[in-house]
């Protein structure tokens, strides 16, 4: 149920998937945890810099604001930028929730109900010089089937690559197949 | 509204031409001779010799802000990956369906995302 694969940057993620019942799956990407050896170089980097400037102008208050700044940066990071996993549950008639889970602990979830969903599609766009391929959620006005209203796009700070994303794409267009069917057999 | 050549066209190359190096010459003039020289003669409404240096500096600084800022406004103007307008935009949503006739190469229009990953990423057969 784990697959190894890359990000659009070259760092390794996981994707796990776990199939809870016929109409209801649950794919999670993993991205790679805090290194200690990068947070030792940034950790570094600052502190050392900061004693050659109290070197240099012989103010001591450059050294404790130096190891305020790092606390209150590797908080910062941790609780607001650091995503560990993002997962994407499928349930067939209900709707879709989308988790994000950070490196403190916090998760930030969204449901989109499944009148609202149009459809799951891989999109390729330009995002910061590059042409990247990303899952996103097509919603629809439940008055309107033909207008895309929103687009909501998944995954974006794993960012998988295409392989990973073609895996996601077809479980979950197994489960949407199913919403077409099922009115007319009940 | 072709690019080749024509006398009107060579006689206006011809006129920027001369009109350039006119206007060098006079610039270099007003940058070097010094004033005296120029009352002298006669000439006194010239501009503040300070400009001589000042103009060339601004325009150096305009190129090089220019490329920071049309480089700025490419990656401005680039739709959000959460905007429609990756998908689909004013002219897909109104286009009108063909009738499909046989034997005849099918009309060209827009095909919705679904049915492109469809096509591409759930191979049936």
């Known amino acids: ?186 | 509204n072709s690019p080749a050549p024509l006398p009107e066209r060579a006689i206006y190359g011809f006129a920027l031409f001369l009109g350039s190096w006119f206007g060098f010459m006079l610039y270099l003039i007003w940058a070097y001779i010094p004033e005296t020289w120029l009352f002298s003669l006669g000439l006194t409404y010239w501009p503040q010799k300070y400009w001589a240096v000042a103009l060339p500096a601004y325009l150096l600084v305009t190129i090089g802000i220019g490329y920071i800022l049309l480089f700025g406004i490419n990656m401005m103007s680039t739709a959000p990956l959460n905007s429609t307008h990756t998908i689909t935009d004013n002219y897909a949503k109104k286009q009108q369906q063909k009738k499909f006739q046989e034997e005849a190469i099918p009309a060209l229009r827009d095909i919705p995302i679904s049915e492109v990953n469809r096509m591409f990423f759930l191979p049936e057969k």
């Open chain 1, 1 to 186: 149920e784990e697959r190894r694969y890359r990000s659009a940057s070259g760092a390794p993620i996981a994707l796990w998937r776990r199939q809870h019942s016929a109409s209801c799956r649950e794919l999670t990407v993993r991205c790679s945890r805090l290194q200690l050896r990068s947070l030792s170089a940034v950790t570094s980097a600052v502190w050392l810099t900061a004693y050659g400037l109290y070197v240099i102008s012989e103010n001591s208050m450059v050294l404790s604001a130096a190891i305020f700044i790092m606390l209150i940066g590797l908080i910062i990071y941790l609780h607001f930028v650091k995503v560990d996993q993002e997962s994407l549950l499928v349930i067939g008639s209900l709707g879709i929730q989308v988790t994000s889970s950070y490196a403190s602990g916090r998760e930030s979830t969204t449901f989109i109900e499944m009148g609202q969903v149009k459809d799951v599609v891989i999109n390729e766009a330009i995002h910061m010089q590059k042409v990247i391929y990303y899952l996103c959620i097509l919603l629809q006005d439940p008055g309107d089937p033909q207008g895309i209203y929103e687009v909501v796009p998944l995954f974006q700070s794993s960012k998988p690559r295409l392989d990973c994303l073609i895996e996601v794409y077809k479980s979950c267009q197994e489960i949407l197949e199913q919403r077409k069917t099922a009115p007319q057999s009940s």
